[in-house]
């Protein structure tokens, strides 16, 4: 459900980075963004979208746990952005029209932005919740050492048991 969630939240982030780019070059005005304009973005933006999901898909950031993202997941996320930055700017131009190159700059820029905000959105959540959560005396202090797999298989236990109240 989540997966399916963050695919739909994808696809729209595409659509409206790249129109609020447009929109942009075009100060905010709709009526202002010439159709010579307009119907390319319109014919390629579906397909674009598309193709960000199957990119998304092959650099691996729908199998993240959105909990523990880092520095990797970042990184990444950038990696995939520019990709598919390059690929619709060579794409739209070579097969439909030439764009602004100012559409082009804020559509990848928005896009990388709404990518990253909502994959680290639930981490800074967390860590904002963590550090304003009240600790009382029932609850202990936990240090734990090691960000492996089996660090974060032990947090994730620590953190969904019933049997004890310990913050990490």
Request: a positive charge.
């Amino acid at each position: 459900m989540v997966l399916l969630l963050l695919v739909v939240y994808d696809i729209a982030a595409v659509h409206i980075a790249y129109f609020l780019a447009l929109w942009g070059r075009f100060d905010f005005i709709f009526s202002r963004i010439p159709e010579e304009y307009l119907t390319p973005y319109k014919l390629s933006i579906t397909v674009y979208s598309l193709v960000c999901v199957v990119v998304i898909w092959l650099f691996r950031l729908y199998k993240v746990i959105w909990r523990f993202v880092s520095y990797t997941e970042l990184v990444r996320t950038f990696e995939a952005s520019f990709l598919l930055s390059c690929l619709y700017t060579v794409g739209i131009t070579a097969f439909i029209h030439r764009m602004p190159l100012t559409y082009y700059f804020w559509g990848a820029l928005i896009q990388f932005i709404f990518l990253v905000s909502v994959r680290f959105s639930y981490r800074f959540y967390l860590l904002l919740k963590a550090r304003y959560q009240p600790v009382n005396e029932e609850t202990g202090r936990v240090m734990l050492i090691g960000g492996g797999a089996a660090g974060q298989m032990i947090l994730r236990d620590i953190n969904t048991s019933h049997e004890t109240n310990d913050k990490v």
